[in-house]
């Protein structure tokens, strides 16, 4: 496909995150392809993956583009995912849709800043599609400046000036879809379709929705403190 038509395929409609980190018990690249297989099977648009052996997976069950990341820890940094050059060529490599970088305002490992990092990759893969996971609207901001194909609200909550968001943000999604003119990605705290009705329904290009629907561990918590 090309760029136009994965941003016209995933236009309007749902992207599940199928994801299970090695702590969890669904960790398994089989396991995320059936997860994507059912998310396909029940109208997503789209699937999220983390990992080149999952999107693998994921790509020989399912047809549906898919927003790769390659989550991966560094001492020198609280930016995890897809954060280096590393990352990107290994998802570059495997012919991902969408290619999703932390976007905040944080310094990368090395102590490299977005701007010199994403100038560097763009270089590098001037055609590929990029989605920016930013915290708020000074880094959305920053990322369409920068060439971000996409601007998703991935990270309102979890950085250290964010802390304290209420999810979905909501008030995030606006201001981008009126001030921005990049199409935007509602990700984050959609936990029931009412959420996603009200997300789509401020404009945003498309939502990712993930532990509400492939994390049956968080899930069951979620019950299980209601009771408590």
């Given at each position: 496909?090309?760029n136009?038509?994965?941003l016209d395929?995933i236009?309007?409609?749902?992207?599940?995150?199928?994801q299970?980190?090695?702590?969890?018990?669904l960790?398994?690249?089989y396991i995320?392809?059936?997860?994507?297989?059912?998310a396909?099977?029940?109208?997503?648009?789209?699937?999220r993956a983390n990992?080149?052996?999952?999107?693998?997976?994921?790509?020989?069950r399912?047809?549906?583009?898919?927003?790769?990341?390659i989550k991966q820890?560094y001492?020198?940094?609280e930016v995890y995912i897809?954060p280096?050059m590393?990352e990107?060529?290994a998802?570059a490599q495997?012919?991902?849709?969408?290619?999703a970088?932390?976007?905040?305002?944080?310094?990368?490992?090395?102590?490299?800043?977005l701007?010199?990092?994403?100038?560097?990759?763009?270089?590098?893969?001037?055609?590929q599609?990029?989605?920016?996971?930013?915290?708020c609207f000074?880094?959305?901001k920053?990322?369409?400046?920068?060439?971000f194909?996409?601007i998703g609200?991935?990270?309102?909550g979890?950085?250290?000036?964010?802390?304290?968001t209420v999810?979905?943000?909501?008030?995030?999604m606006?201001?981008?879809?009126k001030?921005?003119?990049?199409?935007?990605?509602a990700?984050?705290?959609i936990w029931?379709?009412?959420?996603?009705k009200?997300?789509?329904?401020?404009g945003?290009h498309a939502a990712?929705v993930g532990?509400?629907?492939?994390?049956?561990?968080d899930i069951?918590?979620?019950?299980v403190?209601a009771?408590?």
């Amino acid at each position: 496909m090309t760029n136009k038509e994965i941003l016209d395929q995933i236009k309007g409609g749902l992207i599940v995150s199928c994801q299970a980190l090695e702590t969890e018990p669904l960790h398994d690249s089989y396991i995320m392809s059936k997860m994507a297989w059912a998310a396909y099977l029940g109208g997503a648009v789209g699937i999220r993956a983390n990992t080149v052996e999952d999107i693998n997976a994921i790509r020989e069950r399912v047809s549906l583009p898919v927003i790769g990341i390659i989550k991966q820890e560094y001492d020198d940094s609280e930016v995890y995912i897809t954060p280096t050059m590393k990352e990107v060529d290994a998802l570059a490599q495997i012919g991902c849709d969408i290619i999703a970088i932390d976007a905040t305002k944080r310094l990368r490992p090395g102590g490299v800043s977005l701007e010199d990092f994403f100038t560097e990759v763009r270089n590098k893969y001037p055609n590929q599609l990029f989605m920016a996971d930013t915290s708020c609207f000074e880094e959305g901001k920053k990322a369409q400046e920068l060439g971000f194909d996409l601007i998703g609200t991935t990270m309102a909550g979890y950085t250290p000036y964010t802390k304290g968001t209420v999810i979905p943000d909501y008030t995030l999604m606006e201001r981008y879809v009126k001030e921005l003119d990049t199409p935007v990605i509602a990700e984050g705290g959609i936990w029931v379709p009412e959420q996603l009705k009200k997300a789509i329904d401020l404009g945003v290009h498309a939502a990712v929705v993930g532990t509400a629907i492939t994390r049956p561990m968080d899930i069951t918590k979620r019950f299980v403190n209601a009771i408590k």
